[in-house]
């Protein structure tokens, strides 16, 4: 059986991530007539004002050629060095992978093997009256609408999974100016896919450039834990409403939190179930993951199985106060919202609230927990 595909989280491209290092893959994949570059700005995507798709630029459309054919060539010179930084070029790159399976004639032999496909990189447009580039020079996409939440989430899974990546790490690159060593500038190498101090200052010891093991940084990824509570037969599940906001509609969900340094999956569950709600939970089961590029999580989905004994399942919500409300439901009425949701970022629910919709891990911990419930009773009425 396939591992199902989390939304975000589709492998579209051959990231072929051992090539970043050669500056000839890098120069040659920049500059190719089939590249394929996704802009952002100011860390955010854009979406086509004539079909709501996430804008991608080519050598091939007319009206991005003077972008492309402008700034691409002038970035090139800049590698690998401070000058390309954003707060002297105006821009950030970084190289997401190539899409295989395509007609594209970019190729690139290393070890004597070949490397083929369409090269595509995210490109971050961070410009100013200081910086190489200028507003002018990306003057027909500065007008796009950028892209939100609902616009996102109505993206395919593959355009999904290229905006997520290129959005972590421009976000990264964008945050991480200097080095955390010696106070240093950064640049960006490997095609934006690692930072490197600048010091070359061999007297004044910088603990960065100076490691044993590496002499670069790294994309920060947050491992977050998420969790779907229910019992020993999931007859109910335990679902929370959060004090923030997001539309104008009442949501009921799974509880998250951001994982502790020293602490594995499973208790990062139990210390968030109980800090949240306030519920004794010892049974967790990882599930299935998703990236979440708001900034760059890692979701990392459980379910919490509780064993009711009038004492562990009892709410409270007085130690952290993060939550508006929290309540045991009946799984067979989530099944009812299930069966009825017809597509969408949220499922209407009972008395005017609604549940995640299936683009979001917590549907699927959610829908989990169903198909757990429904297969115990399929299994009890055969033995019947």
Known sequence: MSTPVSFFGQQVLNRVSFLRCSKEFVKKSLNHDS??????IEGEALISPENGNL??????????????????PAYTTLLNSTRSRSDESGINLTFLGLLEETDSTFNFEWSNIAYKGTPYFGLDIRVTDNTLFKKAD???IFSFPQMTRDHIFEQTNADASLYSQGRMYLDW??????????????????????????????????????????????????????????NSDYSKCCLARSKKRYGDFVLYSTIAGFMEPSETIEEACVREIWEETGISCKNVDIVRSQPWPYPCSLMIGCLGIVEFNFHNEVINLNHDDELLDAQWFETTE???????????????????????????????????????????????ASHL
């Open 35 to 40: 590249t394929i570059f996704i802009p952002f």
């Open 55 to 72: 804008v991608q630029l080519s050598y091939s459309t007319k009206s991005y050629q003077n972008i492309l054919s402008t700034v691409i």
């Open 138 to 140: 990306f003057e027909s």
């Open 173 to 230: 690159l964008a945050k991480y100016k200097f080095c955390p060593g010696c106070g240093s500038k950064l640049f960006p190498v490997d095609a934006g896919t690692k930072l490197q101090c600048s010091n070359e200052n061999k007297s004044l010891h910088c603990n960065v450039r100076d490691a044993r093991v590496n002499n670069v940084c790294f994309p920060r990824t947050d491992p977050t834990v998420i969790i779907a509570m229910t």
């Open 334 to 380: 989530i099944i009812q919202a299930l069966d009825d949701y017809t597509g969408g970022i949220r499922v209407p629910f009972k008395n005017g609230t609604n549940l995640p919709g299936s683009t979001t891990i917590a549907h699927q911990l959610i829908k989990q927990v169903c198909e757990n419930y429904k297969r115990l009773r399929t299994a009890a």
